[in-house]
């Protein structure tokens, strides 16, 4: 832990999820000299300053673009961003998208409390159709962004989501996205206590989270509830529906998908991405996994092929090189 005082609202779900970071940590076997922490503007960029690592506290939306330049610069160190609805998908929407196409080897963490919280209550994002608040006193008229449609979008190998109270979850999903080779996107659904507290209360609340949440397992039936309440999601020329499902029954025989996260083709994943209370389950889990070139990677064999055809290079001449002037 860094010697930084903890400073968010009592009861915030970044408190949840900075535990469980810092509890993740040292089980990934790298040093913490080598890992680096980048965040934006928000209340989740605070986050460097509580880890006892590298980080950089940067400018609004655009903790994307310092995490590649690290990256790149530096491939061995292990890169993290911490970003918010409103850091990561306004302002830096465009710095997000072309990390993510690009497919660099960081873990993205997107705090997802569909408010912004630190500029006191204005509705970002991913707010629903019609919250009021200061900004929007008669409600909001902006259609939400969904961050995991958003980021299988932008071709994202690596898309999961989980819960910021859910510590076994929340843990097994970063050593998931850890573990990845690509850029991995992780939404962390957090709730904020004095903006917008309740909002994902059905999932987190673990009474109701068996109903309300579709719990993710590669290889496994997609199904939800409890015994004798139990449903699975089929797929209809491409629609979800949920099916009702007997104790008894083999869900898999009554057209209950068995979840692939492998799946090359986006469709799939993006099918489970419309799945959205009260109609159907929130999926939380890895919803997407596959393989594709790394960006540091690509850019390391171009510059070894470029030194090995014109030689190391040198800047002196580099910069004296082509067509030059004098101003005087």
């Not at 939400?144 to 932008?154: H, Q, T, V």
């Not at 190998?157 to 859910?166: E, G, K, L, S, Y």
């Not at 957090?190 to 993710?216: H, M, Y």
Request: proline share 5%; glycine share 10%.
């Amino acid at each position: 832990m860094a010697d930084q005082d903890v400073r968010w609202c009592p009861g915030c779900g970044d408190y949840s999820i900075l535990a469980n970071v810092q509890r993740v940590m040292p089980d990934l076997g790298v040093r913490r000299e080598n890992i680096v922490f980048v965040s934006g503007i928000g209340c989740s960029s605070r986050f460097p300053y509580y880890m006892n690592t590298y980080g950089f506290h940067t400018i609004h939306g655009r903790a994307p673009a310092f995490a590649t330049g690290a990256k790149a610069a530096n491939p061995d160190l292990s890169v993290w961003v911490v970003t918010g609805d409103g850091d990561g998908l306004s302002i830096g929407g465009n710095h997000l998208l072309h990390a993510i196409r690009r497919n660099l080897d960081v873990q993205i963490l997107l705090f997802n409390n569909r408010v912004y919280g630190l500029t006191k209550g204005q509705y970002s994002p991913t707010s629903e159709l019609g919250m009021q608040t200061k900004s929007s006193p008669n409600g909001s008229i902006d259609h939400p962004i969904d961050p995991i449609s958003f980021a299988l979008g932008c071709g994202a190998t690596f898309v999961a989501r989980t819960i910021d109270v859910d510590a076994p979850h929340l843990q097994h999903i970063l050593r998931r996205a850890h573990q990845h080779k690509g850029t991995a996107f992780v939404e962390i659904l957090q709730n904020c206590p004095v903006f917008n507290d309740g909002i994902f209360s059905e999932v987190e609340d673990r009474k109701t989270r068996s109903e309300s949440a579709l719990v993710l397992e590669h290889g496994k039936p997609l199904t939800f509830g409890s015994a004798g309440k139990l449903k699975g999601i089929s797929l209809d020329n491409g629609v979800p529906k949920v099916v009702d499902l007997r104790d008894e029954d083999d869900p898999v025989e009554r057209g209950v998908v068995v979840h692939d996260e492998s799946h090359e083709m986006r469709s799939y994943a993006s099918a489970l991405a419309t799945l959205k209370r009260p109609d159907f389950p929130v999926p939380v889990g890895v919803i997407r996994e596959v393989e594709k070139a790394c960006y540091e990677d690509l850019l390391q064999d171009q510059v070894t092929k470029a030194i090995e055809q014109n030689g190391p290079g040198d800047l002196k001449t580099l910069l004296h090189s082509g067509d030059t002037w004098e101003v005087s």
